[in-house]
């Protein structure tokens, strides 16, 4: 299986949330679809469309008009990639279930869980996963086919309490079942030590990378790793910037050619 490229598709504040901009829906919309085709168009394997609204719950739960915005955006990415083009949601910071009802409704085709075990503490609050809701709902609207990455050691995870090694945190993310976890920091010697733990430790569980990666260190991190989360090296000006098809077909092309 090759390397999956997953581009980031960052959604500005949608209804219901605080800092939402009154009629800004459509552009917002215009926005997200126009990048999903950006990543589609220059060979990227999918994208996780991620909403980013400056403060957030951190309960498994998301207001209605959220999750009804974000089941629109999603289904027009769907649409507008085709069912080769694997879609991915994540409403921040930890609706798992609400998530699973926009990729199962959408067609999409997984989920991002911020934390699927344990306990990570936020600038928002505690986060405090709840592995047998999540399975129990995931079960119950018949979204098995819906798989879910799940960080161990992220920007987004860090195990509440210290003391537990990542690659334990990545088996009890399995076992529960999550599909792929989700590691990786800006220190890349730091990245390269939790991979090598999680392989020898848990080898059966798919490695993908939680950004940080970019044309200089691709190659390197993706001869570990099973896959990436990529954005800000692929987006004109930075992070928040249109997604550029050249940068995207750069980075595709130098994980591609990975012996």
Not at 85 to 108: D, E, H, K, P, Y
Not at 130 to 148: F, L, Q, T
Request: glycine residues 12%; charged residues 20%; contains cysteine.
């Amino acid at each position: 299986m090759s390397k999956q490229i997953i581009g980031m598709v960052h959604l500005q504040p949608l209804p219901g949330t605080p800092y939402y901009e009154e009629g800004s829906l459509e552009r917002i919309r215009r926005t997200a679809v126009e990048s999903a085709l950006a990543l589609f168009e220059g060979g990227a394997d999918g994208c996780l469309v991620q909403t980013v609204e400056r403060v957030y719950r951190v309960d498994d739960e998301s207001d209605a008009a959220r999750t009804a915005a974000m089941t629109l955006i999603v289904h027009e990415i769907v649409r507008a990639t085709g069912p080769r083009f694997q879609v991915g949601v994540q409403l921040m910071r930890n609706a798992i279930r609400a998530s699973l009802a926009v990729a199962t409704v959408t067609g999409a085709a997984f989920v991002r869980a911020g934390a699927l075990v344990g306990m990570t503490l936020t600038e928002h609050g505690m986060v405090t996963a709840d592995p047998m809701g999540v399975m129990e709902y995931r079960r119950r609207i018949g979204a098995g086919h819906v798989r879910i990455l799940a960080d161990i050691d992220s920007s987004h995870f860090t195990w509440y309490g210290g003391g537990k090694p990542t690659a334990e945190v990545a088996r009890a993310a399995r076992k529960v079942g999550a599909d792929a976890v989700v590691l990786g920091h800006a220190d890349e010697d730091r990245t390269r030590r939790l991979i090598a733990s999680v392989r020898a430790n848990v080898p059966d569980v798919p490695i993908i990378l939680a950004g940080h990666t970019h044309h200089g260190n691709a190659a390197r991190l993706l001869a570990l790793a099973d896959g990436a989360f990529v954005g800000t090296c692929l987006e004109r000006d930075g992070w928040g910037g249109s997604i550029d098809v050249g940068l995207v077909r750069d980075y595709v092309a130098i994980v591609r050619g990975i012996k």
